[in-house]
Every structure is written in C-alpha cells, then in structure tokens.
C-alpha cells in the first residue's frame, strides 16, 4: 500500500524559506518511471502543480514559480522535500505531495493541476505565511 506523509512548519514568516518534507512508503521513490511532486491549494483556489521530481532524480518546476523553488531527495529515507524561499501571505496553502505525474514536463505545467494526474496523495498539511 502505497501511502505520502507531508511533515513541515504550519507557520512561515513573509521572506523565509518554506521547507516541506514528503515521506513515502510502500514504493520506493527510485522506482523506473515514477514521478513525485508537490502540489498546493490556497484558499478558495484550485490546484496548483508546483515541482516534481522523477525516479532518476531528474527535477521539474512549474515556471511561474521556479526562480525561488527548488525540489530534492533522499533516498536512503524514502524521502522528498520543497523548498520555496521569499513566502508571502500568498503562499498560504494546503501543500501536498502526490504521486504522479507521468513523464513530467515544465511545457505542461498549467495541465498538471487536474487531479486524475496523481495516482497517491498525502493528507495534506497546512501552511500559514504570517506575522
């Protein structure tokens, strides 16, 4: 059974660095073929793809936001993590980690917000950018 587990900060303060980790089990993340990625919900918004990473480590981003994202992981743990540094209120969100898509392209970024792209998702965790 394959299951996601987001973990990080609910709260952020404007101009940190948002760090998000995503903890999968039941499959590996090196696995041939698959892709993980980070998606969010800001309130009262749809989906928005953010990044993915593929088996072979390859990183993609949504342009929109690439200049201040970066996406990464860890193998030994079965791990993946978001980074998303000069947060705004913004950024404000539901972040989640999803399994999926295939074969991910920045060129299709916009398309990656249905969620039929996803085949596993995390519970999703809350983030908050404040003061």
């Known amino acids: 059974q394959v299951q996601l587990q987001e973990s990080g900060p609910g709260l952020v303060k404007p101009s940190q660095t948002l760090s998000l980790t995503c903890t999968v089990s039941?499959?590996?993340?090196?696995?041939?073929?698959?892709?993980w990625s980070w998606v969010r919900r800001p309130p009262g918004k749809g989906l928005e793809w953010m990044a993915a990473?593929?088996?072979?480590?390859?990183?993609y981003y949504n342009p929109s936001l690439k200049w201040r994202t970066s996406i990464s992981r860890d193998t030994s743990k079965n791990q993946f993590s978001l980074q998303l540094g000069s947060v705004t209120p913004e950024d404000t969100a539901v972040y989640y980690c999803a399994r999926g898509p295939t074969n991910p392209s920045s060129y299709y970024a916009d398309t990656y917000s249905d969620p039929d792209k996803y085949g596993y998702w995390g519970q999703g965790t809350q983030v908050t950018v404040s003061n």
């Open positions: 039941g499959v590996s993340i090196t696995a041939s073929g698959g892709a």
């Open positions: 990473i593929r088996y072979d480590g390859s990183p």
